[in-house]
């Protein structure tokens, strides 16, 4: 009997100790998950005459080539020089495809 005692204290501690851990959620853990930050306005793309690059070079300007982060097609884009781009620059008829976002700029 003396190995009861003990063994009824520990269950019942043990069950009381368990059922403490589980059991309902707090409001906090039941409210919908939170909504995903709203998307950032889209940057129109300036509208700039098209050209190849040969009719860029030939009207004395020089290719600048996109790094690959879209930054010369925003409207506040400035070439190298500082001034703004006279127009992006498409492939030519049946030529190889223009590198993408290239835009010509003043020398």
């Known amino acids: 009997m003396r190995h009861v005692a003990p063994l009824v204290f520990v269950l019942t501690f043990g069950c009381i100790g368990l059922a403490g851990c589980g059991g309902s959620q707090s409001p906090a853990e039941t409210a919908a998950p939170p909504q995903p930050a709203p998307e950032p306005a889209a940057q129109e793309t300036p509208k700039r005459p098209e050209l190849t690059a040969e ?17 010369t097609q925003r409207p506040d884009y400035r070439c190298p020089s500082g001034a703004e781009p006279t127009g992006n620059i498409r492939a030519a008829e049946g030529g190889p495809m223009a590198v993408e976002g290239s835009v010509c700029c003043p020398k």
């Open 55 to 71: 009719e860029c070079e030939a009207g004395g300007g020089s290719v600048v080539g996109d790094i690959g982060d879209g930054a």
